[in-house]
């Protein structure tokens, strides 16, 4: 039958993104209930099934098709996150130093973290660019 | 970009999952571009044209040309 190989390829990106689902509820569920073990554990073994769901289907899984979505959506998550922490980090530096607020700690690790993210970024633009 | 792979695809009696399996693509990547939500590659587009034994340029047109 001609439908059989669309149809299974449907259900092995729907099992793909179901198992990748199921382990991200494996892994919080497991860490909220005082697990950690068993949640990471649960993580691993639903990240490898979803791995192997993709590698031991008979068809194409994904495509060129799939890559353009996820660059696409790649760039407008790292165009958001520069935007918003050019306008969120210097407002909270002004008002921290003008004495509006007082600076929490934890954005000072979220600071680092956009700019360890920012950096790698900045490296693989590097490469690309060397590349091209 | 506009196209004419429906038209091809449907000439040869091929459905899109068919057409997907001949160029090793996805069936919603076929459907994509016949509805023009998507270009595809220059690979791609070569294997279209390669499977229908015809020209690229007779498949696809840049927007507001003649296909």
Redesign the interface.
């Known amino acids: 039958m001609t439908h059989q190989p669309t149809t299974r390829r449907i259900g092995t990106r729907t099992r793909y993104v179901g198992l990748w689902i199921a382990a991200g509820v494996c892994y919080v569920g497991g860490l909220v209930a005082g697990y950690p073990l068993v949640a990471v554990a649960g993580f691993v073994v639903c990240g490898v099934a979803a791995t192997a769901t993709v590698h031991r289907a008979d068809g194409v899984v994904f495509d060129e098709r799939d890559r353009d979505i996820i660059e696409t959506a790649s760039a407008n998550t790292i165009q958001v996150l520069g935007i918003g922490s050019a306008i969120a980090f210097p407002s909270m530096v002004v008002l921290t130093a003008l004495d509006y607020v007082r600076w929490p700690p934890w954005l000072g690790a979220v600071g680092f973290f956009v700019a360890g993210l920012f950096a790698l970024w900045l490296a693989f633009l590097l490469i690309a660019r060397y590349r091209r | 970009m506009n196209n004419d792979l429906p038209a091809y695809r449907e000439r040869a009696g091929l459905?899109?999952?068919?057409l997907?399996?001949a160029v090793?693509?996805?069936?919603?990547?076929i459907n994509?571009i016949e509805r023009e939500r998507?270009d595809?590659?220059l690979?791609?587009a070569f294997a279209l044209a390669d499977h229908f034994d015809c020209r690229i340029e007779d498949l696809f047109t840049p927007d507001g040309g003649e296909p």
């Open positions: 459905s899109q999952g068919e997907a399996d090793g693509v996805t069936r919603q990547t994509a998507y595809p590659s690979d791609l």
